[in-house]
């Protein structure tokens, strides 16, 4: 029998076969079929010279190879191949052999997600026949071992790689990049290179402008650029004619406006601009792109009304354009073809016309979230045969329209955060296919027998929470005839009792029954639900009062959340799995110490607050692999010093242990917390000088030591800078004595700003955390519990010793909101240069022994919201203009002062302030409603805090709590 293989070409492949150990039987591989004596030309991915017996093309892909590729590899042997095909194997992590280099004749290399390590040899710059190479990490559908490839695959950083594969491989038409970590700029060279055809270069962590020649090579047809997120760019001038057949630019940063010759790109099928720069309106010759398919430009900011040349896409199946400043209404109607529509987080106003999804036969996703839609939910929206997603939340519709033709495919349902009322639409029980079903936050009442979701024999996850519904849970049916559910979140729903029909609940990962009114024990049964599943349980804001039979250790083996707070919990502190990352048990009754098994579980976030825990705190807190971010143990009773956190760990970010009877040192091991941004170490007995070494920690905004024995003067350390970070500092009621220091307040950064208006609320990065915020009002203080933490600047010195005159440098500190140096022992004049500190809100300088006039500078403070200068030694007219005659009683106790708002009549004319009293004193805009006093904590601090008194422009509400009547801002 004669063959059109060579033996020795036979020999060769037989060998390469013995090289790799074939996965799984059950897996494909093309080498199963290889076998002796028979031709191997027509053996499975291989392909001969029909004229030589050569073999030319090796197509090993998806062959379930796996073992390295060693450099002395029968494969180098076959050196007339011209094509090679190794993508989507596993390659054991081996090094990529430099040998490649030698298969010269090679104009086809693919080595896509095989599973290589190290860098990419330079030898491959000698196949300089290449028309087509494709290294990348990913191509096409997920394979299962690019799943997490940065761990295997070459982590390039050669900045000269791309330029060196453009100069010396002239040819390419095909370069498949994508996943390789360049860490360079995009070469001017590329642009040379006026074959190629297809250019992929996504995740390549480029940088740097990329090169405008590119998109004007001449048989160009497919750029993917997405996923560099420092690459920068503009589009370029599109001439007609172009072969342009997809641009992916998604999660770049390439910008600007979308100029009108766009529209020259005919042949386009895809177009991804997600998550770029591109600004302005959308050009109407979007309209001429008749073959596109997927027009994709959500998260940028394009501006104007839906464009209505889009209805002409006749092609057009998936259309981004979500996260953007769209307004206006929805247009009358769609291109039919459509498939998915996401039109999330814009500014669309107005119904949903009955007629714009009613002709969409292909319609399978609906995300119309995050708009001011309103009116009745139209039946067109579910009347798609197959529609599979609607999302609606954070809209204002009020009603769903009476259904007659329902989607049998509609698996998902969101309709969160709306304003729909009355019952829940009986519509919805007719949806057979629903696996998810979202109702939370709506204005939807009455009483609910849980029994009737029996109907929804598919139902995953449901969420009814935060709507007037009263739900009967004991159903009386057979509890078993309900869903399996796996996320269930029943929140403010008025359940007075543990439900029943939970006995029977196996696959749940989720369940909230928080903010109802169960009472009593937590029944035995409960600690047998979902015991392998549960990652999430929600208790809190409910009356429960301990456990039927208190466990040592809580069952559910892979709990991850648990939030207990808010409760009327008695008895020991009950220990979570060993899984649980996030423990919340904070307002209860709970007593004795913390166990010590705590110190076996790798918690992230522990909020215990608000108890009657007692005892010391376990040294070995500060052992939990480095994973705690947040201890919050405010207001108990430990006892004791404080453990020396972070002598291992360098991860916390809050350390809350105020309102305790601790004693002793601040730890010098704090040093070592490089994340620490809130230290609240309040209402104690600590006896310790200022920890001005705390100045190292880069990232504290939040240092409050109040109410506890400190002593000494606040600096005194020669290479005391400031705190650079702070933004908080509370050393009110303790013994601290001497000067004020002048010379580095200026070096306070965080406090210098000019304008922290622009600033983002700084938030923890806890994800599930927020910090807890107190107002003192008159002395009694109020605590406003999980609310953000916003940016405010506050200084609290009060209650201390320290004398001498109020440096004049405080002026640096510009973007202060409060300021309060009462009873102390001040002396000298109040500094003009006060009158700079523009963004003041609170000032108060009493009970200290100043003296002289008040500064007419200080009536430029026009946001001032509370001001107190009693019990000084000043004298002669108070300043007229601005606020500061405002408050009456902040002058008593000064026998010298005269004029209004006293009844003392001053003997010269007072001067008069050029500034107009402005009755819009924006005191509180921009930050969502700030107390005039607000302490964090403790002390008279002046911030702001998370709300609707002032968004809601309610300064009568601000008036009754604090007897302040609020000027406002222009």
């Given at each position: ?153 070459p982590n390039i950083q050669e900045p000269e790689l791309l330029r060196r594969l453009a100069e ?530 880069q990232q504290l905004k939040v240092l409050i030591v109040c109410s506890n024995k400190f002593h ?248 009754k709590v604090f007897g302040v009547r609020l000027p406002r801002r222009n």
């Amino acid at each position: 029998m004669s063959f059109y293989c060579l033996p020795h070409q036979s020999s060769i492949l037989l060998e390469l076969k013995q090289e790799f150990k074939l996965d799984e039987p059950g897996e494909s591989s093309k080498m199963r079929d290889w076998k002796a004596g028979t031709d191997c030309c027509l053996w499975p991915g291989v392909s001969c010279d029909m004229a030589t017996g050569h073999v030319v093309s090796l197509d090993l892909s998806s062959s379930s190879l796996e073992g390295p590729l060693r450099s002395n590899s029968s494969l180098f042997s076959l050196l007339h191949l011209q094509n090679l095909n190794l993508a989507y194997n596993d390659f054991s992590s081996s090094p990529v052999p430099s040998e490649f280099g030698q298969l010269s004749r090679l104009t086809h290399l693919n080595l896509a997600c095989s599973l290589f390590s190290g860098p990419i040899p330079s030898e491959i710059l000698r196949l300089t026949n290449l028309i087509s190479l494709d290294l990348s990490y990913y191509f096409g559908d997920p394979f299962p071992y690019c799943e997490d490839i940065g761990d295997y695959y070459p982590n390039i950083q050669e900045p000269e790689l791309l330029r060196r594969l453009a100069e010396n491989i002239t040819s390419l038409r095909e370069l498949d990049l994508g996943g390789l970590n360049f860490s360079s700029k995009v070469p001017e060279s590329l642009g040379n290179l006026s074959s190629l055809t297809h250019l992929s270069l996504y995740g390549c962590n480029l940088h740097g402008d990329f090169p405008k020649t590119i998109f004007r090579l001449p048989n160009l047809q497919s750029v993917k650029l997405r996923d560099n997120d420092d690459l920068t760019g503009s589009l370029s001038e599109f001439h007609s004619g172009s072969n342009l057949l997809s641009l992916e630019l998604s999660s770049t940063k390439f910008g600007g406006k979308l100029p009108n010759s766009v529209g020259n790109l005919t042949s386009l099928n895809i177009l991804d601009l997600m998550n770029c720069m591109f600004s302005g309106p959308v050009p109407y010759s979007l309209g001429n792109l008749a073959n596109i398919s997927q027009l994709l430009l959500g998260s940028n900011e394009f501006i104007g009304e839906f464009p209505s040349s889009l209805g002409n896409l006749t092609q057009l199946s998936d259309l981004d354009l979500s996260n953007n400043f769209f307004h206006g209404s929805l247009p009358m109607s769609f291109p039919y073809l459509l498939e998915d529509i996401y039109f999330k987080n814009n500014s669309f106003t107005g119904p949903v016309p009955f007629q714009t999804f009613s002709n969409l036969t292909l319609l399978s996703t609906i995300d119309l979230s995050s708009n001011s839609l309103n009116g009745v939910i139209p039946s067109s929206l579910l009347s798609s045969a197959s529609l599979q997603s609607l999302c609606l939340d954070d809209n204002q519709f009020i009603d769903l329209e009476s259904i007659t033709s329902i989607s049998s495919q509609l698996e998902y349902l969101s309709l969160n955060r709306n304003k729909l009322k009355g019952s829940i639409p009986s519509s919805i029980f007719k949806l057979q296919s629903l696996t998810s079903l979202f109702l939370g936050s709506n204005n939807l009442s009455g009483r609910v027998d849980f029994g009737i979701f029996s109907e929804l024999g598919e139902l995953k996850n449901l969420d009814l929470s935060h709507n007037a519904l009263s739900l009967t849970t004991n159903v009386s049916m057979n509890i078993s005839s309900l869903p399996k559910f796996q996320y269930l979140v029943l929140s403010s729903c008025d359940i007075a009792e543990f439900p029943d029909f939970l006995k029977a609940q196996n696959e749940l990962v989720t369940l909230d029954l928080s903010h109802n009114v169960i009472g009593g024990p937590i029944p035995k049964w409960f600690l047998n639900i979902s015991i392998m599943n549960l990652n999430s349980l929600s208790l809190s804001h409910n009356f429960i009062s301990g456990w039927q039979e208190t466990p040592s250790v809580l069952p559910w083996k892979e709990l991850v959340l648990l939030d207990l707070s808010s409760n009327m919990l008695q008895g020991p502190l009950v220990v979570p799995p060993m899984s649980t990352r996030y423990f919340f048990i904070s307002n209860n009754n709970l007593t004795g110490p913390i166990d010590l098994l705590f110190c076996n579980i790798s918690i992230e976030v522990f909020d215990a607050s608000n108890n009657h825990l007692k005892g010391t705190i376990p040294q070995c807190l500060d052992n939990l692999d480095g994973h705690l971010t947040v201890l919050n143990l405010r207001r108990n009773n430990f006892h004791g010093n404080i453990p020396q956190f972070c002598s291992t760990l360098n991860r916390l970010s809050t350390l809350d242990l105020s309102h305790n009877q601790l004693y002793g040192n601040i730890p010098r091991s704090l040093i070592k917390c490089q994340d620490l941004q809130v230290l609240n170490l309040g209402h104690n007995q600590i006896s310790d000088t200022f920890p001005f070494w705390l100045q190292n920690l880069q990232q504290l905004k939040v240092l409050i030591v109040c109410s506890n024995k400190f002593h000494g003067p606040i600096c005194c350390a020669h290479d005391f800078v400031g705190f650079m970070t702070l933004k908080i500092l509370d050393l009110s009621h303790n013994g601290f004595f001497g000067n004020l220091p002048s010379d580095y307040l200026r070096n306070w950064t965080s406090m210098t700003l000019s304008d922290n208006a622009s600033e983002n609320p700084f938030e923890l990065e806890q994800g599930l955390y927020n910090d807890s915020v107190s107002i003192v009002n008159k002395g009694a203080e109020m605590e406003l519990v999980k609310i953000p933490l916003m940016v405010f600047i506050s200084i609290d010195l009060s209650n201390n010793k320290f004398d001498g005159e109020i440096p004049s440098s405080i002026w640096c500190l510009r973007s202060l909101v409060m300021l309060n140096l009462s009873s102390n022992n001040f002396s000298g004049h109040i500094p003009s240069s006060l009158g700079n500190l523009i963004e003041l809100e609170s000032l108060d300088l009493s009970n200290n022994e100043l003296s002289g006039k008040i500064p007419q500078q200080l009536t430029s403070l026009t946001f001032l919201g509370y001001l107190n200068f009693s019990q000084n030694q000043l004298v002669g007219p108070i300043p007229q203009g601005g606020q500061v005659q405002t408050f009456p009683d902040s002058f008593e106790g000064n026998m010298g002062l005269c004029g209004i708002p006293l009844s003392r009549k001053c003997e010269t004319p007072i001067p008069s302030s050029n500034d107009d009293y402005n009755e819009k004193s924006d005191f509180i805009s921009g930050f969502g409603w700030k107390a005039v006093v607000i302490g964090y904590g403790c002390g008279l601090l002046i911030g702001m805090v998370a709300g609707h008194v002032i968004s809601s422009r309610r300064p009568d509400l601000f008036f009754k709590v604090f007897g302040v009547r609020l000027p406002r801002r222009n």
